[in-house]
């Protein structure tokens, strides 16, 4: 499961990526306050083991139709399973919210004897005719309705809805949108159109039968066996998946789709579109084989599944799910050419690859053990980077992780590993993901590539179709390395929390001291033991150290005949920890310009930009670092640049050059973002216009906000040549420019825009929109509240949270206006104008009251 997040400006909304290939560059800070990770996660909650298990699943056949106008799925399903151990006389299967209209023991092929049950909406008790023995097989036959709709809905950050199965436009009345069906089954959602043992240390073959109308198409698990016509309507597609998996991971989509067909080796790999998109599908899945080959090899371990195949769906509820060799997407993925030279997600295509090993092949036995699948798909994009893209450029995503990981951990410190939480769905946060790859990066360093890998060969091959915990990966890391790992997994896989640590570099007397210093709460956690580098530098050559800290303060001598140009603690950032480096500018200089690995020249650049207004020589390595090989540290250098009124057109003028002809969009978008934000923008308007025509979207988008900056009236001009754009950068653009505007002739552009939005634009969409209705009438207001709350008629919780967010800052901005009126009430001594202010003060009230009670109605459909 794919999961990431994004904020825009007060409303938090789910991004279908944390990455992207080619992507705008984050801050990259990597000193923290040395207090931040001392909050900690109550554990007064109940312990969370393992499901326990009374029976094995070992087949499930499933025969399902759909009636779309009662969004009803109509299914029959045999369950084949035994006892686990101890005998049993009763089976309890998950089953939410159906109607059961038969359940019955199967006798033989055509022989069923009906069987006593109860059933309470989410659990179905069956009395069985007998006491089973553990190596009795059993098959049970049930009859039933599954009704996604009249569940009440859960859901989390990763997974924002929990009802299983999606109707999607299903009476056609939306005529932007696709009729499709899919199903999303983490965490325990697919006993919502199945009924199952839903628990992730399950596992089973199974077949599903799927009567679908002529004119779609559908995927599932596995193999299509064969397409049999029913009517002169309908066909049934007969999947099977002849290899054990979790019942989290069975999947069904069905809808109007282009399939585009692919191959690794002799394995189908196939790409289910929308058919206006079936001219991209292998520009935006095309990578896939080389993919699947790449992670075969590196693991020692080939792809385990008969195909594989990726579908984009219209509404997902979150970014992608890694089901058993069909991963299916948001609508996000799909892009054309243009689009794509700005982003072409291939970090999401490889985590969800790499999960039909670690997630799928070997999966968690609870929901506490997660991180075994989400670290390591987090990790698959990793390595998929460094492989395609290079070393630098793999650290430059995870630099990202990093920040996303701290970020959360100033609020939330909890284990890796975790056996105590409210909710499962809590276990899909940046530690599970991002901290976690984090993790398994700094194992790879402390054991090496050689080590690590071969222990991922043998973690799979012990472990393929079964459930693990964290334990089984140490053993086969273990075994392969011949050392005790106990200690690592202690520190990162079951603690919480990260080193703090100072560091500080002295040379004295022929020798080097390096003086590191634990810095976090001792006594609340842990003193850790830390394999790392240190490398000291003397101009081009480099003597480097291989060291463990051991102590919450030590200091590390070495002999040195002379007093080095730089000394660095583990200079590749391997160790996930926050740091303070007591390193001077000159140090920092050094780094930059000798340093080999991207995090190290970033912190440089960080620190340098610190001290830019007293130090023209760390500025001009700034300046210098407009030119960088690497695109991300340019766009880094653009952003923190200080370029006072006076004296910065010679800097300008190499930023104008970058934005008119850089290679890669990312630089272009952050040249044209500092034009624009800079004090000599109107000497731009020539450029801002022509750049609104680049070949990227997100440059051509920001360089219309530019424009809007540079000269707010031919801003306006070029907006309207663009209002029937679709792409999101530019339709942004467009929504931030009339927002700013008091005219409302534009109330049509954004009706419309949001009625046609799809996917994450119709977020900033929304926030655009509340702008502008803050600046118009009570009669459009009234309305455009009307309209906002139509937008919350959603499965999506983020899209219902924008729409709330929106009428929020609808309701902030007039309790504003109406404080305003009634001071202005007071003191106002033409009669006229107390009327005129009274009556404002009364429309305000309205508003207010109107938009609070659009909120109240969300959130009682929410309940």
Same mark, same amino acid.
């Given at each position: ?88 006389? =009763? ?84 005529? !932007? ?108 899945? $095309? ?21 594989? !195949? ?7 509820? !979150? $970014? ?9 997407? $948001? ?303 340019? !766009? ?10 006076? $004296? ?141 709350? =139509? ?71 929410? =309940?």
């Amino acid at each position: 499961m794919l999961h990431r997040f994004v904020v825009f400006v007060g409303l938090v909304v789910f991004a279908a990526s944390c990455h992207t290939s080619k992507k705008a560059v984050n801050s990259g800070k990597v000193e923290q306050d040395l207090e931040t990770v001392e909050i900690a996660v109550s554990r007064d909650n109940d312990y969370r083991g393992s499901a326990p298990k009374d029976f094995d699943l070992v087949h499930t056949k499933l025969e399902v139709k759909f009636d779309y106008t009662t969004q009803h799925l109509l299914g029959k399903a045999t369950i084949t399973l035994k006892p686990h151990f101890y005998a049993q006389k =009763e089976l309890v299967l998950d089953a939410k919210e159906f109607d059961i209209h038969e359940v019955s023991l199967v006798n033989g092929e055509n022989s069923r004897e009906a069987l006593r049950y109860t059933y309470d909406s989410l659990k179905l008790k069956i009395q069985l005719n007998k006491e089973y023995l553990r190596d009795e097989l059993l098959k049970v036959y049930i009859d039933y309705t599954a009704k996604p709709n009249e569940r009440k809905s859960g859901g989390s950050a990763a997974i924002n809805d929990d009802k299983g199965l999606y109707f999607i436009n299903p009476t056609g009345k939306d005529s !932007s949108k696709p009729i499709q069906i899919w199903t999303q089954g983490e965490t325990e959602s697919n006993s919502c159109w199945f009924p199952t043992i839903d628990k992730p240390n399950q596992r089973c073959t199974d077949e599903i039968y799927i009567t679908r109308l002529k004119k779609y198409v559908s995927l599932s698990n596995g193999t299509l066996i064969s397409s049999v016509s029913v009517n002169d309507s309908l066909v049934t597609d007969y999947w099977r998946m002849g290899l054990p998996h979790a019942p989290y991971l069975f999947m069904m989509a069905v809808g109007d789709f282009a399939i585009i067909k692919d191959r690794w080796r002799d394995i189908p790999v196939d790409y289910y579109v929308e058919k206006d998109y079936a001219p991209y599908a292998k520009q935006i899945f $095309g990578k896939t084989p080389e993919m699947i080959e790449f992670f075969s090899q590196k693991l020692g371990f080939d792809y385990p599944w008969p195909k594989y !195949s990726q579908v984009v769906v219209r509404d997902y509820v !979150s $970014g992608a799910m890694e089901n058993t060799s069909s991963t299916l997407h $948001g609508e996000f993925m799909q892009r054309n050419s243009r689009e794509l030279l700005d982003n072409n997600f291939e970090e999401v295509i490889s985590h969800e690859l790499f999960h039909q090993w670690f997630g799928d092949l070997v999966t968690t036995e609870s929901w506490s053990n997660v991180p075994l699948n989400e670290s390591f798909a987090t990790y698959g994009e990793y390595m998929w980077n460094e492989y395609k893209y290079g070393r630098e450029y793999a650290d430059y995503e995870q630099n990202d992780d990093y920040r996303k990981y701290i970020d959360e951990a100033k609020d939330k410190n909890v284990d890796l590993i975790r056996f105590h939480y409210d909710d499962r769905e809590d276990m899909f946060d940046r530690h599970s993901y991002e901290k976690g790859g984090l993790i398994l990066h700094y194992l790879r360093k402390v054991v090496g590539d050689e080590a690590f890998f071969k222990s991922l060969e043998l973690y799979l091959k012990n472990n393929q179709f079964k459930s693990v915990e964290v334990h089984n990966l140490r053993l086969a890391f273990e075994e392969v390395t011949g050392q005790d790992l106990n200690w690592f997994f202690n520190e990162w896989f079951l603690n919480s929390g990260h080193p703090v640590m100072d560091i500080k570099y002295t040379y004295d007397n022929d020798s080097i001291y390096v003086a590191v210093e634990q810095k976090h709460n001792i006594e609340k956690g842990l003193v850790y033991q830390l394999p790392f580098k240190i490398n000291a530098w003397y101009g081009k050559s480099v003597k480097t150290y291989d060291v463990t800290l051991k102590k919450k303060s030590q200091i590390f001598a070495f002999k040195s005949d002379s007093k080095p140009d730089l000394v660095d603690f583990d200079p590749e950032y391997t160790v996930p920890c926050a740091r303070k480096d007591n390193k001077t500018t000159d140090n920092y200089i050094f780094e930059y310009r000798n340093g080999p690995y991207y995090k190290g020249k970033l912190e440089a650049l960080r620190k340098l930009a610190e001290v830019q207004k007293q130090n023209p020589a760390a500025k001009d390595v700034l300046v210098e670092a407009l030119g960088d090989k690497f695109f991300a540290l340019r !766009s880094y250098a653009i952003t923190k640049l200080d370029l006072p009124k006076e $004296g910065s057109d010679s800097i300008l003028g190499i930023i104008l050059n970058l934005a008119k002809t850089d290679k890669e969009s990312s630089v272009r978008k952050s040249a044209v973002d500092k034009l624009g934000k800079s004090s000599s923008a109107s000497k731009y308007t020539a450029f801002l216009e022509t750049a609104v025509g680049d070949s990227s979207y997100e440059v051509a988008g920001a360089a219309l906000k530019a424009l809007d900056e540079a000269d707010s009236k031919k801003a306006m001009l070029v907006a309207k040549q663009f209002e029937t754009e679709k792409n999101g950068n530019i339709v942004s653009a467009v929504a931030d420019i009339y927002s700013k505007e008091g005219d409302s002739g534009y109330q049509n552009f954004f009706e419309t825009k949001l009625r046609k939005a799809t996917g994450f634009s119709k977020y900033t969409l929304m926030l655009y929109y509340a702008n502008f209705l803050t600046r118009m009438d009570k009669a459009m207001v009234l309305n455009g509240i009307k309209t906002l709350e =139509e937008q919350s008629n959603t499965d999506n919780h983020f899209i219902i949270g924008a729409a709330k967010g929106a009428l929020k800052r609808i309701t902030k901005s007039f309790e504003e206006k109406k404080k305003k009126a009634q001071s202005d009430l007071l003191n106002e001594p033409s009669q006229t104008a107390k009327l005129d202010l009274q009556e404002k003060v009364t429309d305000y009230d309205l508003i207010v009251g109107e938009a609070n009670d659009a909120i109240q109605r969300i959130n009682k459909k929410g =309940e």
